[in-house]
């Protein structure tokens, strides 16, 4: 096992050495034994037969030592015998020319230099040298095939990246996981705020990272796998980042999607590579996010034994059951989707603990508000407690959007500071969008739409279990609402009664009840307040046991709790047609409870409809103030 850990580490370290060895032995042929041969090659004359050459033009020039002449010719590159090969080839239709040496002795002789000038023969203290066999080859053949091999490898480059997926095909199934180094997450448990148990539970698998020594002698064992499961923008990935920056060790990020290839086999072989990569590595962590991609359940039926992701899948299980876990090999798996996961990925020995990353209480949001507040100049007196109660549900992701809204707001309205009302506007714009004031709404629609929005936040403050208004604005928003009341709880709540669903619903229908009665008319604007309450009803009688009708009896399923609300039915059409009736029971009785209550407090409503209407926004505060004012002063009377 270890000898083939060190194979890959060594051999480009013997390629080196061998390659130093050819490049030193070339080296000596071209300097020693090569340049003797060429020099083999000089021809020696007599001084008669130089002297002729030199007459009839032959000679181009000379050079001359105390006893020797040594000369050369020109000899057209036709019939030079080294001109071959690639280069030669690629140069055959020009005129270079070649030369030939000779030599001859040195006699005295007056007349020489008289006759090398009429025949126009230069003088040089340097003889020409030849190329040698080995420049040749390495001119006309080695150089020649370099270039096109880099031309190829260029063009194959850009062939593979306009391809895009196909180029990855042709990969052959290396991963593409993304590799950090020890310190290069840059993340620790003090940048993940608001998951105090998840990351009491991942801290075990640090602490065995750092001491493994402490759980070898009790003879306890890593587990092998965690998956992280909640909600999109709980921060399961930035946990997965922390136990990696906290245990100061390799980490291994790739997404589920990138071992889905279009070729199938593929992501099995880059399965393999992942685990081979990491077991060279160890101790380390390996992150799979969205896990699901891969992870589903295999249909028994059908031609499924030859998918691909089922190939992947089976890999994935294989290796995971492969490698030895005292190497401090971790992997980490995060899914919002945890139903559809196969079973055989999630029994004990592969993913070993499954870790809740849920939605922030109201003590995290306001701990993940102060960590991303770190980032932004914030002003000195910013509520935190109070964001907090205003972002109920919302996730880790949502609450730094809202700090960045924020700094935004506070950027455009030329401040250094983010305050509190850059805050409660970010709340806003996360929650309905942003202002606006040129939507072109008439005066008529505004008076309606201000009646709505105090028809709802009468009814509630008039019941004894709702949640306190905090806010009443009729400004349009971009998500296409033209008003709305904001409810704020006090104090984080669990748990809802049968009471309080009831005045939810009652307070939903407020809106609509309150048009009906000024107006004698109702208009499309209660919508998303019909939706509500409808869904809520339906949920206390099929889910909640809230009905006299059918009691505690399971009527529907969730599909799947951290994306969507959506719901089957699990009943007889009849009992669906029951379900039906019951809900609409439970929505017109609360209607007519709402508008029993406007009735009831008709002069409030006519003045703080007046006072929204004019004013456009008012607060929790101000709205009370006028409702607790005694029916005697004179602004009670008055009406629109």
């Not at 230099?113 to 390495?138: C, H, M, W, Y």
């Not at 714009?429 to 009646?451: F, H, L, M, W």
Request: net charge negative.
């Amino acid at each position: 096992m270890g000898m083939k850990n060190d194979e890959p580490k060594r051999t480009p370290k013997r390629l080196l050495y061998y390659y130093g060895i050819i490049l030193l032995v070339t080296l000596l042929l071209n300097a020693l034994v090569i340049p003797s041969i060429a020099e083999r090659s000089i021809t020696e004359v007599t001084y008669d037969q130089f002297l002729s050459m030199v007459d009839s033009g032959q000679v181009k020039g000379l050079s001359r030592t105390s006893d020797q002449i040594t000369f050369w010719t020109e000899t057209p590159a036709k019939d030079n015998q080294n001109s071959g090969g690639l280069f030669g080839a690629l140069t055959s239709g020009s005129q270079a020319s070649d030369f030939t040496l000779y030599k001859t002795g040195l006699w005295p002789d007056e007349t020489l230099t008289e006759r090398l000038d009429k025949a126009g023969v230069s003088f040089s203290e340097a003889i020409p040298t030849r190329a040698t066999p080995l420049q040749n080859f390495i001119m006309n053949w080695v150089l020649p095939i370099l270039m096109f091999v880099a031309i190829g490898q260029i063009l194959s480059r850009m062939m593979m990246k306009r391809m895009g997926g196909m180029g990855n095909a042709m990969t052959f199934g290396k991963s593409n996981a993304k590799i950090y180094a020890e310190t290069e997450t840059g993340k620790t448990f003090a940048d993940v705020a608001g998951q105090e148990e998840a990351k009491e539970a991942l801290k075990e698998i640090v602490d065995f990272l750092h001491n493994p020594k402490k759980y070898a002698d009790i003879g306890a064992t890593l587990p092998k796998g965690a998956l992280l499961v909640g909600p999109p923008g709980t921060g399961k990935t930035l946990l997965a980042k922390a136990v990696a920056g906290e245990a100061h060790v390799p980490f291994f990020s790739i997404s589920g999607s990138e071992f889905v290839e279009m070729f199938v086999g593929m992501g099995a072989a880059k399965v393999r590579d992942l685990f081979k990569q990491a077991n060279e590595k160890a101790p380390c962590i390996v992150f799979i996010d969205e896990i699901d991609t891969i992870g589903k359940k295999r249909d028994s039926g059908g031609f499924s034994g030859n998918d691909e992701r089922e190939q992947t899948l089976n890999q994935l299980l294989t290796e995971m059951d492969g490698f030895d876990g005292r190497k401090g090999v971790v992997i980490l798996a995060a899914t919002n989707r945890p139903e559809s996961l196969d079973k055989a990925l999630l029994r004990p020995g592969r993913f070993d603990r499954r870790i809740p990353v849920e939605l922030p209480d109201l003590k995290g949001r306001v701990a993940i508000l102060k960590v991303h507040a770190k980032q932004v100049k914030i002003s000195d007196n910013v509520d935190f407690d109070a964001i907090g109660r205003a972002t109920s549900g919302a996730s880790g992701a949502e609450l730094a959007n809202i700090i960045n809204e924020g700094a935004l707001r506070a950027v455009r309205q030329g401040r250094s500071v983010v305050t509190q009302a850059d805050l409660e506007e970010s709340v806003e714009v996360v929650i309905a969008g942003y202002q606006r004031k040129d939507a072109g709404v008439s005066v008529d629609e505004k008076r309606i739409v201000s009646y709505h929005e105090v028809g709802h936040a009468l009814v509630a403050a008039c019941q004894s279990h709702s949640a306190p208004v905090h806010k009443i604005t009729i400004i349009p928003r971009t998500s296409g609402t033209l008003g709305y009341t904001m409810q704020v709880e006090e104090g984080e709540r669990f748990l809802m009664s049968r009471e309080e669903a009831l005045n939810k619903i009652a307070t939903l229908t407020g809106g609509r009840a309150a048009e009906e009665f000024m107006f004698h008319s109702i208009t499309t604007g209660a919508a998303n307040d019909i939706e509500q309450a409808t869904k809520l009803a339906r949920a206390m009688v099929t889910r909640y046991g809230m009905s006299d009708q059918f009691g505690m009896v399971a009527l529907e399923t969730v599909n799947n709790p951290y994306l969507s609300a959506d719901t089957s039915m699990t009943c007889s059409p009849e009992t669906a047609r029951l379900v039906d009736e019951e809900v609409i029971r439970i929505v017109r009785e609360q209607y007519e409870r709402a508008m029993e209550i406007l009735k009831e407090h008709a002069g409030k409503l006519n003045e703080i409809a007046a006072y929204l209407l004019e004013r456009e926004t008012i607060t929790g505060e101000e709205f009370m103030e006028i409702l607790n004012r005694k029916p005697e002063e004179p602004e009670t009377e008055k009406g629109i």
